[in-house]
């Protein structure tokens, strides 16, 4: 596989490391110093920070203005698009934005619907789905187009990732759409949380058989369980997660102070397992509000240090 | 056929305060068949407003009427020898209608007395469900005859999203999931082939975003 | 039974109390009824299966009406009872009565005959 971008997460994949990312989730104020803190515990522990937009539809210090930030650290941003709040026009030209300081990577998503949200009342947009926002971001790429035909003088160079759920339904659909998504220019895929290692496996088999496996990179969700109250709530209050009771029990087995311990070795077994499962490029570890466990979880999978790859200096997502 | 609801008694008491010669004027049309704003809801009003008005001030008339509908000028102006005898009107029709009877009696304040809230279908006596956003470009003929932009959360023309479950919509366990209902009538149809092509952006400018519309059918123009 | 129940009510008697309507509930109390009780068939028994279903649902609706005008949500009930129970008959009657005498007289009927004393005041 070439690379098409500067894109660090890309040259990683090229070169067929376990890629690793992670994500950082803005603050709901203006306080810009709360992403430099979060960039810094991981950075040397990633090759990419996912930046989350507005996430389940509550207002935060916006993915943009984070990931510039962020690529202002010397540190490789990845910044999440929801179609949900902004139409054609102001995402391409956000697009533009973000490319105008080098931000090279990008995930394309639909987005929760704002009733989740703090802003229930707001009128949502959705002029396009996540597979339309892949297909623009890709023409804007390789042809150099606007949607509208407009030829840009310069192009933004963006390495395409979007979301999937192995645990949504209806099951039958979930690789379909994931074939879907690369049809319409997907190249790398960060899927939703994995507890249920068998169904990911399922949904891995289905995907390999469609060949899908060598034209996306999947790089499967981690996200350490702080106890047994955060397992119970994913397991019934979060709409397409899959969270089987054997882990509720394991975490229920220890004693409370050691949940969170717990937690952090279910995580790191799910990546020695999944690290066996083909087709499995490398990890995306959520670790929302505490991201200070990132870097043990990347050591204890034996990531860490991360590679080199050409045109980087070794160690961190520093770009050159 | 346009489904509407009638408002809350205090709101419609609120808007008709102060004047003291009232019609409350109904529609045989969609209204009635929703049962919001027919000659039955028309009289319920009615009594229910001058049980009101009894006691605070015996002066105001209440008058009942309904039309064959409010959205045709020549229905309309069947009303016009009486309506010198009113200075305010309750409209129970849809939108469109209660806005037509205005512009037809521009000089008697006109108030709605229902919410109109969509183009849907009886599921069942007192339930109607939503099944069409007008977007004017209708795509049923790709989606198994069911409407995405009406019946999914997102209006996304690629979905399902990652919330669908168990057939349901992340927004509310009552709400079906418009793609999980897609997909099961293409599976019926033997057309789940559609689900492998990415769909191209809609033309939303022949919808709401394009501004109010107009439809003009030349042939049928005098 | 020749049971002894007070005679201030009317009766007004349907083939089922699903044939009442709101409106005629809506226009007894128009017609200055200080309180309106429906007696309607035990549920479950309804010779015409839903029809006391119906009138329960159409009473609650109006209940809810009477309070938003002022007149009082209280002065209307449904009672269920089989065509048999004549004691239970009077003795609704009796506790419908006590309570509308509680209440009072209704506002419409105390603005009927105010306006009815008006018009004898001027015609004297």
Known sequence: MSTTTSSRLEKMLAAGHFAVTSECGPPRNCDGSVIEHKANLIKDYVDAVNVTDNQTSVVRLCSLASCIRIKQMGVEPVLQMVTRDRNRIAMQSDILGAASFGINTMLCLTGDHQSFGDHPNAANVFDLDSIQLIQTVKMMRDEGRLLSGFEMKVRPRIFIGAAANPFADPFEIRVPRLAKKVAAGVQFIQTQCVYNVEKFKTWMNLARDKGLHEKVAILPGITPMKGVGMARYMQTKVAGMDVPEEIIQRLKGVPKESQSEEGVKIAVDT??????????????????????????IVERAGLYPRPVVNGNDGGSCATS | MIKAKGKPLDD?????????????????????????????????????????????????KIDETSLTRQCDMEYLDVLSDRMGGYDAVVSLACGAGIQYMAERYAD?????????????????????????QA?????????GGVCPVARCSKRMLNGPCGGSSKGKCEINPEVDCGWQLIYNRLKTLGQLDRFECPVDPKNWATSRDGGPRKLVKEDVRI | MRLQYPPNI??????????????????????????????GCLEGDCHYLQGNIRARKRVNRVKQILDKVGIGGGRLEMYNLSAGMGPRFA???REMTKKILELGPSPIRLVKEKAKKGAEEVAA
Request: with cysteine.
């Open chain 3, 91 to 93: 003795e609704i009657a």
């Open chain 1, 271 to 296: 990546i020695e397992q999944l690290k066996e499962v083909e087709g499995v490029r490398g990890f995306h570890i959520m670790a929302i509000e505490w991201e200070e466990k990132v870097p043990e």
């Open chain 2, 135 to 143: 977007c004017g470009a209708c795509i049923l003929a790709d989606t």
């Open chain 2, 12 to 60: 419609i008491i609120r808007m008709v305060e102060g004047y003291k010669k009232i019609l409350i004027a109904g529609c045989d049309g969609c209204v009635t068949v929703c049962e919001a704003g027919g000659r039955k809801e028309v009289e319920i009003l009615a009594a229910a407003l001058r049980l009101y008005f009894a006691q605070k001030d015996a002066e105001v």
């Open chain 3, 10 to 39: 009317r009766i007004v008697r349907v083939p089922c109390t699903g044939r009442v309507d709101q409106i005629h509930l809506l226009k007894a109390f128009e017609d200055g009824a200080d309180g309106v009780f429906v007696a």
């Open chain 2, 108 to 132: 008697k304040p006109v108030f709605p007395g229902v919410d109109t809230c969509f183009i849907g279908v009886s599921l069942e006596r007192g339930v109607w469900g939503e099944r069409c």
